[in-house]
């Protein structure tokens, strides 16, 4: 498991995660496959390796659902206190 790898994604998911983008056109499974895709082919530009890459791409379609959940439940929060 490459640790470099994933504290990247993470910073990554940061940039590119927003809470409802695209809900209500595209399921979140959907947006967080393609969003997956996206990250992992940014992560070969950034210059970590193939193996890198490979190793932990299967975790972060999860790690990007996970995302846009959390940030969902923040942005009701915000809504219902607002």
């Known amino acids: 498991m490459s640790q470099r790898f994933l504290r990247w994604v993470d910073g990554w998911i940061g940039d590119h995660v927003w809470p409802y983008a695209g809900a209500d056109v595209e399921p979140y499974g959907e947006r967080a496959a393609k969003l997956a895709a996206a990250c992992t082919q940014d992560a070969l ?3 970590f390796k193939p193996y890198e890459v490979e190793e932990d791409a299967g975790a972060v379609p999860g790690l990007i659902l996970k995302a846009m959940q959390v940030e969902t439940i ?3 929060d915000d809504l219902e206190n607002g």
């Open 74 to 76: 923040h942005r009701g």
């Open 45 to 47: 530009a950034e210059g």
